[in-house]
């Protein structure tokens, strides 16, 4: 069964960093493309950056230069390390799985990241 | 890259059909057949539910959903309409150069 789940989120002052881990199982991480998609507070879903298997990685223009996504194969994670945090960054963030057709087929809960002083 | 537009809510009673609709621009919906949708209930994970405008989710995903698409605008319809259905739902485009974009979410309610 795959199962992705989501850790690292908190409460964090603007400016200071962060790093997202998701850890997932039921299949390899290294085999497909992984997202970070993400969530403000009684907004839409946004999506925010993705890996590729060959190890690409691409950022939604909101988080260039801050944000950036990798992964360990042999820990099964995957990982978003977040720079320079905003408030406007305050969101659930969740690691979603590339499926077929660039669609994701399998998601996280999430973990939220709330940016204040 | 701006949210493909939804309706912020629909709403059916049990049984009845509904439909919820996404439009984009020329660079997303109406530039890729790569359309996806998903089903969200807030504290839960979300769900694809269709995928390639029309083609449906992993197994378990009810034949009750169903999508489509014409230019710029995709669809979900949700037929026979029952209490589970009540969540979010977002649609969600291909927009090229390894990119995606979202809607801004469907609250589908249950009457």
């Known amino acids: 069964e795959v199962q992705l789940v989501e850790s690292g989120g908190g409460l964090i002052q603007p400016g200071e960093s962060l790093r997202l881990s998701c850890a997932a199982s039921?299949?390899?991480?290294?085999?497909?493309?992984m997202t970070w998609i993400r969530q403000a507070p009684g907004k839409g879903l946004e999506w925010v950056s993705v890996i590729y298997s060959g190890g690409s990685t691409y950022l939604a223009d909101s988080v260039k230069g801050r944000f950036a996504i990798s992964r360990d194969n042999s820990k099964s994670t995957l990982y978003l390390q977040m720079n320079s945090l905003r408030a406007e960054d305050t969101a659930v963030y969740f690691c979603?799985?590339?499926?077929?057709?660039?669609?994701?087929?399998?998601w996280g809960q999430g973990t939220m990241v709330i940016v204040s002083s | 890259q701006s949210a493909l537009t939804q309706p912020a809510s629909v709403s059916g009673s049990p049984g009845q059909s509904i439909s919820v609709s996404c439009t984009g621009i020329g660079s997303d919906v109406g530039s890729y057949n790569l359309v996806s949708w998903y089903q969200h209930h807030p504290g839960k994970a979300p769900k694809l539910i269709i995928y390639?405008?029309?083609?449906k989710g992993p197994s378990g995903v009810s034949d009750r959903f169903s999508g489509s698409k014409s230019g710029n605008t995709a669809s979900l319809t949700i037929s026979g309409l029952q209490a589970e259905d009540e969540a979010d739902y977002y649609c969600?485009?291909?927009?090229?150069?390894?990119?995606?974009?979202f809607g801004g979410g469907t609250k589908v309610t249950v009457l």
């Open positions: 039921g299949f390899t991480v290294s085999g497909t493309y």
């Open positions: 969600c485009s291909y927009a090229g150069s390894s990119t995606w974009v």
């Open positions: 390639d405008e029309y083609s």
């Open positions: 979603a799985k590339g499926g077929r057709s660039n669609a994701f087929d399998a």
